[in-house]
């Protein structure tokens, strides 16, 4: 069941012309967005020079465990939720894996444009060993 105040259906919320997207993460519907302090985070996160080294880094689909608790971590915190990543570590999200891997690709389209493979529910995401 969602908080008071919030959404029971993610995308309700959401303003996809800002890059936002909302997911159910712990049972409570969150926004996330990856905004210009959380791709420097990234950045930082992945060492990459730019922002095109990010992009590509992303394009592979090739992403650990590690990564995605990085990426949901960062958009969590641009969308204005006061979480480390220590806390995403511990959250949970329905479908398990796949399901994280959807928020992440939703993330990343809303964020960079649709994935390389066309397809919009991010099912494309390959998840390596961490």
């Not at 590690?66 to 971590?73: A, K, P, S, V, W």
């Amino acid at each position: 069941m969602a908080a008071a105040g919030l959404s029971a259906k993610p995308g309700a919320r959401a303003n996809r012309r800002r890059g936002e997207v909302e997911a159910v993460l712990d049972g409570e519907c969150r926004i996330l967005c990856l905004t210009l302090g959380a791709l420097a985070e990234l950045e930082t996160a992945f060492a990459v020079g730019d922002l095109t080294g990010l992009a590509a880094r992303f394009a592979s689909g090739q992403l650990k465990a590690g990564d995605m608790i990085c990426l949901i971590g960062a958009g969590l915190r641009g969308g204005g939720n006061l979480l480390s990543d220590a806390d995403v570590a511990a959250m949970s999200v329905e479908g398990g894996l796949a399901g994280y891997a959807r928020v992440v690709g939703d993330l990343l389209e809303a964020t960079f444009g649709e994935a390389s493979g066309g397809d919009e529910t991010a099912q494309g995401v390959v998840v390596a060993n961490p």
